[in-house]
């Protein structure tokens, strides 16, 4: 069965400090992996894909198939990347859309 | 474009009555999915349609929620009879696979939520 585990529920660090934002898959196909953002008072969104393989507001994220995880990192942490992050599963090639499944998130805490 | 639209934003009701949430997808979308989201569970998916028919409905949690979508630019979400359980943010979320359409592979653009209180 298709599921994606977020161990952490709250995450706090301070300002400068490095972030990772544990994400752990299970699907027995090639899954394609997300993280969506969520700030405050503003509409889940899209921050990256595994398969773009980029670096969106300084976080990276690399898919792991041997440990099935997909965990997001950033070396600096800025109070404005406090959020809730999701963690989410696709199991359709890239063009063809399907349903997301998604982890229970991690809100993030960066302290001044 | 406006992005997904929700209506209403905020609903209190008391138990027992009817609920209904409304979504307008981004023009030219073809799947519209529906999500619950609670601090216990996180985001849930409830449903979601193709070309208006819906496809996986294995996420409604029970006959008391249903789903239609009568045309490509409106879809609801009814809870009856509504329950405190109930109470969350609901999303509508849109996405095509045809990148002429603004699509962008498996890319979901969401709403900005119902929060439905159930008193």
């Known amino acids: 069965a298709q599921r994606v585990t977020q161990p952490e529920k709250l995450l706090s660090v301070f300002k400068g400090a490095p972030v990772e934002l544990k994400c752990n898959y299970s699907?027995?196909?090639?899954?394609?992996l997300f993280w969506y953002v969520q700030y405050s008072r503003q509409r889940l969104q899209l921050l990256l894909r595994h398969i773009s393989r980029e670096s969106i507001k300084g976080f990276t994220a690399d898919l792991n198939k041997g440990e099935t995880s997909f965990h997001l990192k950033k070396p600096f942490a800025q109070e404005e990347d406090s959020a809730m992050y999701y963690c989410a599963l696709s199991g359709s090639t890239f063009y063809n859309t399907d349903k997301l499944i998604f982890g229970t998130g991690t809100r993030l805490q960066v302290f001044p | 474009d406006a992005g997904v639209i929700q209506s209403p934003r905020h609903e209190v009701t008391e138990m027992g009555q009817e609920v209904t949430l409304r979504c307008k997808p981004i023009?030219?979308?073809?799947?519209l999915f529906w999500y619950r989201q609670t601090m216990m569970r996180g985001l849930e998916l409830l449903i979601y349609?193709?070309?208006?028919?819906?496809?996986?409905d294995s996420g409604m949690p029970e006959d008391r929620f249903s789903a239609k979508m009568p045309n490509a630019s409106f879809s609801t979400l009814k809870i009856q009879p509504s329950e405190p359980r109930d109470s969350a943010v609901y999303f509508c979320a849109s996405n095509t696979r045809w990148a002429a359409s603004g699509g962008v592979g498996n890319e979901q653009f969401f709403g900005p939520g119902t929060r439905l209180t159930v008193l």
């Open positions: 349609f193709n070309n208006n028919v819906p496809i996986d």
């Open positions: 023009s030219g979308h073809d799947y």
């Open positions: 699907y027995s196909g090639s899954p394609e």
